[in-house]
């Protein structure tokens, strides 16, 4: 017959030796769910725009001194657009009397004759008038030239007052 204590030690161990195996159970089975974890993918959409946009400069245009013939000086036009972006560049500003400009003696009034010059403007091919295209394009994404503006001023314009002519005019860029 089983003593009570050696009974306790052998259920001591019974009981030990199924903790160890539940304990491994766990730690194998646990290995086991990390290995079967299934892996599901998902799609995502990235997107971004380029906004359409340009910008414009021209270089200054610089006439010789006036002696009563007709001069005629140039400036070049140039656009940097997005690459794409269709542009047209006009003039901005109305004319003073007709097709003509006046530019005005520093200091001077546009109203009193011998202190203004007349010059017309044109796109190599046509008189420019406010709003109507100069120039058409499309943006390259850096600067370019658009075209060249060329000024006129016309002969005998008599009694102008010795001094600086000038005129800023602006130029618009459609896109």
Do not use: H, W
């Amino acid at each position: 017959m089983i003593s009570n204590n050696k009974k306790s030690k052998i259920l001591l161990k019974k009981k030990t030796t199924k903790l160890t195996c539940i304990v491994s159970m766990l730690i194998f089975c646990k290995s086991d769910l990390v290995s079967a974890q299934t892996t599901t993918s998902g799609t995502f959409l990235v997107s971004f725009s380029v906004a359409a946009s340009c910008s414009l400069s021209a270089d200054t245009m610089a006439f010789a001194p006036y002696t009563g013939s007709q001069i005629t000086a140039t400036s070049v036009v140039n656009v940097d657009c997005t690459s794409g972006t269709p542009y047209t560049v006009s003039l901005n500003d109305s004319p003073d009397s007709g097709s003509v400009y006046y530019l005005v003696k520093t200091g001077g009034s546009p109203a009193v004759d011998t202190n203004r010059l007349e010059a017309s403007f044109t796109n190599g091919s046509s008189t420019l008038t406010p709003g109507i295209a100069a120039f058409r394009g499309t943006g390259i994404g850096t600067r370019a030239v658009a075209g060249t503006l060329t000024g006129t001023i016309a002969a005998l314009q008599t009694g102008k007052l010795a001094g600086s002519y000038t005129k800023i005019m602006t130029l618009n860029v459609v896109y």
